[in-house]
């Protein structure tokens, strides 16, 4: 829903990836207490799954205990079907691990969280939009063709400002009438990276939980709240524009460092500049300056709190990604069923 | 939801003025005994209220026993903002004596029915959109502020296609979590007649009973189902591509009777034709005979049961009537409150 | 556009394989002189190729001298990618007898006819909005890469009542401005059989020609007024509802025969009713009255000239069909070049 | 369409009371010669109005010589029908200073430049969309009924990737073919302030002219290249990424300065802070740093240079702004006639 966290490092980022970035970047390595990290290549995607088990280590990520998978993968912006599909591949190898812990034929609701009448929030509505949904069919299924087949029913609930009422009290009302065995929330992220646009998926087993002191009143969307596993599934589509000026000062300040290490060769090389560096960052106080940051992001605030930064082409990458999330979910939900025939099966 | 009953005479309606004029048409008058009419005449509507207070009426229009008023509208399609006002006034005042029976503060949760992928079955959530949602805002209005505002909240709980959760599950959900004091269905209705399509307004307190034998599963959505008045406003999109023929048939038979009487002057003449109309109806058995209607319904079913019949330019026909529709809710919801300042407050 | 012609037959249709079908259907074999038929059989699609030699044929067909070929494909509706993908190929077969007159390099503009305000009609503009446009990277491709790209335009005029201009008209100036070695205009059709709506493609090389008493203004769109080979590319998408009426007539009267005979074993098959047809028919006189027939139409204009008949379905049958034509115009007019080679090439 | 030119401040504006502010807020008053400002302020509008008459001028401001006429109106994004009306008649009154030059009944093009496909880039599209179009019913009008009648037509061209085609050979075109007395292109620019986005207007009767060195090959749209005046209307819906930066940056180091002297008493109070600016500012080198401005801006560009920023709600204001813009044209272009007369007319 576009409203992402401020860090103590006066960031909005809902990524655990850039929040490990960012500390392992600032305060250096050995890794972080209490989080295991493990990544992963694959022909398209690099992949992280960061594990913060301990209280420690979720106080230093600023993140809830659990698990997050996160893939990066600079093709997503390509538009080119034969690497989406590639992404939706891996992205069902990755969901496979959080929907594992439930039965094949278990009930899942996937809620399309965000703004339809805002294009970068609409990426939930969109992906829901393209799942299959099976729940209404369920019953109606001869057993011996069922085989595997999972009940999916889906709700985009809208934003508080559309419905009058919490996101979080329209899913808890539906999970009190269907009992789904698991929620998955799907969802449009704020990164700090332009970078990360539209080119990563996170996965986390977390739930959706409203950062302390944002001022919204949004209800928490976990098991707790619902009383069933809550997977999250998140990709960044804006960066909010104060955000985007603070990285910018530090990029301006040394291009070599600012944005954090590089994740997979095939990102973007950064520029190189044939300019006197001192010209520009002269008298710039060195990094790490939390004071000065924080106010940085209260001067502007005023000014650009509304205003969101996003590809200029996001209408077009939002339906890409709507596919490819979808693509992935649909594929990890029925698993056990031959996908063809799932798609005769729903036309027929 | 454009799924429409078979009625005894092998006709589709959702309105209680087509049943009547129907039976009238073909039985002939006295009026139906446990049905009383009472019609008004504005600038720009010709409004009849329908009060069926016996069984036997009840049985007789094939309509639950309740109260529907019926806007008969032809200027709603001249795309005339003037015009477009008065029918949203003439629709808040018999919205009104619908809604009197709760109190002015008491909260409303308005139901955009239909499925927004297809246009004409797009009006509900259509309308929901161009809503004044207040709920939210209700608890964060101090009283001197609020006077009379009415919390209301919307959903669009899309259709069974789409979510794999019948619609009556998600409102009686939501009506259990959020305890409105009546609920208000807007959907887009099937009509048999060409010159009611996006020009005709229903309002009844009966809410959505789906006709029994229709072979569609949908819940009931009235008070008994969700425990609160439920008040459904409808407006015809569609003629199923059967009826049309039915009725044609009827047309070309007879061309001076078949539509039924005309309710308002307004609505455009019947052009005369200088033809031997021995030519095209000879041999076509009289008026009246049920089986055959049965047996033409039958047949065209199989070809057509997918088919609907709607206006040309029905995109920009939706977005007209779902404003004046809008226009009509928010005036009779937020009553007491001076219109001016509810849209400054909501701007604020 | 989404206009039609009445022919004698008193019916609207914009398809040669219809026309030819009434035509053997009323009045038998053998085959009609001046027009030679063949007909080929896909994993997909039924292929009719029609060729008009004779002035005589055209005044028998009702149609321009000229080649026509019609893919009738069921599978169209069926929402199954890899069918879709079978479809494409097909086309772009069809495409290519037509196209091959040009050379591989030789630029091309393809026009999107329609209104995209107005659902059923928005074929052409979307079509025309998946092509790969490439007459703009034509010049910045070095020769060596280019190898067999070709330059492609497209423009989407709107229609008279968006613009004010003659689509004719605007159509025209572009050709004169850059000289494109063909035009290729994609439009939605009008049929006059259920069974054709959104299963059929056309591809005629006489260009759009309005026909005459239709009281429209419209200009040919053809070889005579633009100057290059015209390619007219359609897909019927409505039927107009007075002639869904008269074929419901007859289908009423003599159901094994009212439609014509099937062209496709894939074609869904007539349900089989226990009644007896006398009930139905009895009186109506046999078929072929022509001058009933033109009666009926004009009784049903005055109220039913406004409406379309289209599956309910139609927004998202519209997308698929857009994919799939564009998908055939694609390969057809970038053949020579290795498709994933064009779409890298594109994105890089 | 969104492009915008570098100026010598590293800024991309395409409005010249930007242009101007800039100068005069870093080489302060005397105003510039050959430079002719004049202000009006109505209920809902601050009109500036200045008037490019040397090519000194000109130079210093960096835009071509001419009349521009700017609207600043912070109640556009109020979403208020009253308020819009108001700024419509504004707008419309400004705009009739520009048509005043040719007759009354003299046709007229409008071109809505942009892209459909993004959102914020579609205001063009969106306008022409929302006007009266006349050219088409003017022959079939009687003389008497005419009156004042002025034949309008619209093209939406789209953009060279979108169609192949330089927008400006395809208005090139219709221009030869239709022979309008004006052309009036309506398109959606880039500011560099926030306060700008969605609540200002700009009128200028040079045209379209792409900024020399910005790379792009697009043909310049104005009385030069068409033959007959050509004005362009332009409203400010995003800001470049890397603009925002730089002017963030001026911001931090001296809040009180950054964005130029306030236009209008409507405008949003800046924020005040109880902080130590030393904090923030230390060590930045003084304001009109020319080269380190530069640098900043190249920096930046290959990570931002796709980036956009804008408003969240982007999607409805665009809506309210073309609703707005295309009324001030109707108003303006059919001046002599009575408004409702006309919409009776067209609905006729």
């Known amino acids: 829903m576009l409203t992402g966290a401020v860090s103590k490092y006066g960031v909005q980022t809902d990524l655990a990836v850039e929040a490990r970035e960012l500390i392992v970047h600032r305060e ?7 989080v295991e990290v493990e990544t992963v290549k694959t022909e398209v995607s690099f992949i992280t799954r960061i594990n913060i088990t301990t209280e420690d280590g979720a106080r230093i990520m600023e993140k809830m205990p659990g698990r997050y998978s996160t893939l990066e993968v600079p093709g997503m912006r390509e538009r080119n ?12 190898g ?4 959080f929907i594992a812990d439930i039965a094949p034929e278990a009930p899942v609701l996937v809620v399309g969280l965000g703004n339809w009448n805002a294009t970068p929030d609409a990426l939930g509505p969109k992906v829901v939009g393209n799942l299959m949904v099976t729940r209404h069919l369920y019953e109606m299924t001869p057993p011996e063709v069922r085989g595997g087949l999972r009940p999916v029913a889906t709700i985009s609930p809208g934003v508080l400002g559309l419905t009058g009422i919490e996101t979080g ?3 808890r009302a539906l999970v009190v009438q269907i009992e789904p065995s698991m ?4 969802d449009a992220l704020a990164s700090r990276s332009v ?4 080119t990563t998926i996170q996965i986390a087993d977390t ?3 409203p950062g302390s002191g944002v001022g919204n009143r949004r209800l928490a969307i976990n098991q707790e709240t619902l009383g069933c596993p809550v997977i999250a599934v998140g990709v960044p589509t804006v960066i909010h524009a104060a955000t985007i000026v603070s990285d910018a000062m530090e990029l301006v300040q040394d291009p070599s460092k600012a944005q954090g290490p590089a994740t997979a060769d095939e990102l973007p090389q950064k520029t190189q500049f044939n300019i006197d560096p001192q010209l520009i960052t002269k008298g710039i106080p060195p990094d790490g300056d939390q004071d000065r940051r924080e106010l940085i992001h209260s001067i502007l ?10 590809p200029k082409e996001i209408d077009v990458l939002i339906d890409d990604v709507a596919e490819i999330v979808a693509g992935g979910l649909n594929a990890a939900l029925h698993r056990s069923l031959d996908l063809e025939r799932v798609f005769d099966y729903l036309q027929g």
């Open 207 to 209: 739930g959706i939980n």
């Open 195 to 198: 970078k990360r646009l539209c």
């Open 81 to 92: 079907r034969d690497v989406q599909e590639k992404i939706s591949q891996d992205l069902a």
């Open 169 to 171: 009290e329209i899913i």
């Open 301 to 310: 605030e005023p000014y650009m709190g509304n205003m969101i930064v996003t």
């Open 183 to 186: 929620v998955i929330c799907v």
């Open 28 to 34: 250096g390595p050995p890794e972080i207490p209490g």
């Open 94 to 97: 990755e969901l496979e691990k």
